[in-house]
């Protein structure tokens, strides 16, 4: 499976980006998704994930409230939809596919990431 991400830019706090994911070579069905973003010095960390069906969701505590996962798989698209946007937030956003998303999801259980899309966060 190939993944594209997209839909990153440059946004003022309290904005909102909605990034895309989309898959091609294979049945995006099949597989969980998991969304991560890695800043300049940091590691990648989870930002959310959601199971094959959609019917499992989960999200990293700094994000929860703000940031919504959602999946068609139809158009073998995933998406996150970012409201309340913070500096924080600023990173390189990939998403990549695995077989499940567990509450103890991490960036080990996910691969075929795709190039990244840049969130800037910013005044």
């Known amino acids: 499976v190939q993944l594209v991400e997209s839909g990153g830019g440059l946004v003022q706090p309290g904005g909102s980006l909605r990034l895309s994911c989309a898959a091609s070579?294979?049945?995006?069905?099949?597989?969980?998704v998991g969304w991560f973003r890695q800043a300049p010095g940091k590691e990648r960390e989870g930002v959310s994930c959601?199971?094959?069906?959609?019917?499992?969701?989960n999200y990293a505590d700094s994000v929860k409230g703000r940031f919504a996962i959602s999946r068609d798989n139809a158009k073998k698209v995933v998406y996150l939809q970012m409201n309340s946007l913070r500096p924080e937030d600023t990173a390189v956003y990939y998403c990549?596919?695995?077989?499940?998303?567990?509450?103890?999801?991490?960036?080990?259980?996910?691969?075929?990431w795709g190039q990244g899309t840049q969130v800037t966060v910013s005044s």
């Open positions: 990549g596919v695995g077989a499940w998303c567990s509450s103890s999801w991490s960036s080990a259980d996910f691969g075929a």
């Open positions: 070579g294979a049945i995006l069905d099949y597989y969980a």
């Open positions: 959601i199971s094959n069906s959609g019917g499992t969701r």
